[in-house]
């Protein structure tokens, strides 16, 4: 038995897979996000440690014997989060989240830096891991004196798990702290944010041990001693994984909270101006490239709270056949945006209602400005030289049938929706344990999942939707605050 783990931002899950990749048991329990200043995204790491007890828990009631069977476990986890410890591995303060956009100011600063680029591949996004360093440096210098050690979410439970302060590849490409063609930590990039080596957690690929379970936890839910914990990924790294997105051609589409467009890559090929992310896979000696939109799904939902119903409801009230293009508009800025435009001021906003405009034209508005950020993506893609010919489909938005021919239609390319099942962040974690432990090769373990059907491009549509999408782009400037 293999295990993986996510921590994710709206909750924790663990995923239990036999030898034949199998998801035998899962189990889940919920995060909170506070927000205690407009643009402020934190949580508190007890709590991660607290919603994984509870996961455990469940699942020794439901699967003992599963867990009693397990050698590996893998860890998945929202990127970028900035966990501050002090030489007691102490937490020093509530954990500054990926879409937190405090240090919009300080990520400036440090992108105008000629080295920074050339050497972490990127553009420093607000959210990165070391604008926030560098925000605490200027508004909390007490504190910042006091850090020993910056770990990634993930790697807070690693450290709870193990004892080690170990990160990998595909999770420490989003701190602005890491050589990315390198694979290793940049001491000039360090120093760009008055940070030290000496404070980073060790490197290791996300298919290799990183430690092992402490004993007493593994005593505690009655797993074997000496269970092996494996490097792990970022969440879309990890998902690429759980889809055998692993080779130069593959893509999926991911509607979660965020919306991210994903290239696996098999050489280190930055194009940093195009505000595309270009970082380490979870696999030795390969790479992916993403652009990312901050409210794919969080869009809808905000939608769906402001008419008191839910994102489901108001998805099953289009029907399944795609509707011409609506004249009004969404700009989904709801908290900034990455890909392509890296603007931490930009807002939300409907444009072009009417009296006629009813909830259900308001719903496809909204799905369709997701699906125009998305294709803001593909450019951006194009630009670094990605551009799958077709997309899987993963996250929990990708349930909406109407959704996924909107998105094919305005992309253009196919969309693929793999068989029933768990193919995520947790399922790519538990592939990574399996790879740690010396149970097979990638070639055997990352298979992409079976493809029940493909969406193909509404051919009546596309030129409505293109065109739409050009009056999308126009109109970037009203969302600017």
């Given at each position: 038995m ?7 931002t ?32 934190e ?7 607290t ?13 003992p014997q599963g ?9 998945s986890?929202q990127?970028?989060?900035a ?7 102490n ?33 420093v996004?607000?959210g990165?891991t ?16 006091k850090v ?29 702290w890491?050589?990315v063609g390198g694979r ?15 404070q980073?957690?060790?490197l290791v690929?996300?298919s290799?041990?990183?430690?092992q379970?402490?004993p007493e936890?593994?005593?505690?839910w ?20 759980g889809?055998?997105?692993?080779k ?8 979660g ?16 101006q ?10 030795p ?9 901050l ?10 709270r ?14 399944n ?26 807002r939300?906003g ?10 259900a ?7 369709e400005?997701?699906?125009?950020a998305?294709?803001d993506?593909?450019?951006?893609l ?17 349930r909406?049938?109407y959704?996924?021919k ?7 390319r ?6 029933d ?18 149970h ?35 109109k970037?400037?009203a969302?600017?605050i």
């Open positions: 293999f295990l993986g783990i996510d921590l994710g709206s909750g924790i899950k663990l995923v239990l897979v036999d030898d034949a990749q199998a998801v035998v048991a899962s189990s889940a329990a919920p995060l909170v996000v506070q927000h205690p200043h407009d643009g402020w995204a949580q508190n790491p007890a709590d991660w440690i919603a994984c007890e509870a996961a455990f828990d469940a699942l020794a009631r439901s699967a867990l009693a069977a397990v050698k590996g476990i893998g860890l986890g990127m970028h989060g966990t501050l410890l002090d030489r007691a591995d937490v020093l303060r509530p954990c500054i989240l990926w879409n937190d956009t405090r240090a919009h100011r300080q990520a400036a600063v440090l992108d105008a830096m000629p080295q920074v680029r050339a050497l972490s591949g990127n553009i996004f607000p990165f070391a604008p926030k360093l560098m925000w605490c440096a200027e508004h909390e210098p007490e504190l910042f004196a020993s050690k910056v770990l990634l979410p993930k790697d807070y439970l690693r450290l709870w798990l193990t004892g080690e302060y170990v990160t990998d590849m595909s999770d420490a490409s989003g701190t602005a890491l050589d290793d930590w940049s001491d000039a990039l360090l120093s760009a944010s008055s940070m030290t080596r000496s980073m957690p060790g690929e996300g290799a041990a990183s430690g379970m402490r936890l593994a005593q505690r009655g797993l074997p001693a000496g269970v092996i914990v494996a490097g792990g990924a970022g969440d879309n790294a990890a998902a690429g994984i889809t055998g997105v692993t130069a051609g593959a893509g999926f589409v991911s509607l909270t965020s919306g991210v467009l994903f290239a696996a890559a098999d050489s280190y090929r930055p194009n940093a195009s505000a595309v992310h270009t970082f380490c896979h979870a696999l000696d390969t790479w992916h490239q993403m652009g990312v939109i409210s794919a799904t969080a869009g809808l939902e905000w939608f769906a402001i008419c008191g119903t839910t994102a489901a409801v108001l998805d099953g009230e289009q029907g056949t795609l509707f011409p293009p609506e004249q009004s508009l969404f700009l989904p800025y709801l908290s900034g945006e990455r890909t392509p435009h890296n603007d931490a001021r930009l939300g409907f444009i072009g209602l009417t009296p006629e405009t009813d909830r034209a308001m719903t496809r508005t909204v799905m400005g997701v699906a125009f998305l294709r993506n593909q450019a951006a194009q630009s670094a030289g990605a551009d799958p010919a077709r997309f899987l489909a993963v996250g929990g938005g990708t909406s049938e959704w996924l909107l998105i094919a239609t305005v992309l253009e196919p969309v693929d929706v793999p068989q099942g768990d193919f995520g962040a947790a399922f790519g974690a538990a592939r990574l344990a399996m790879l740690a432990t010396g097979g090769d990638v070639s055997a373990v990352c298979i992409p999942p079976k493809i029940v059907r493909s969406i193909d491009p509404d051919p009546a549509q596309i030129a409505n939707y293109s065109a739409a999408y050009q009056r999308f782009k126009s970037l400037d969302a600017r």
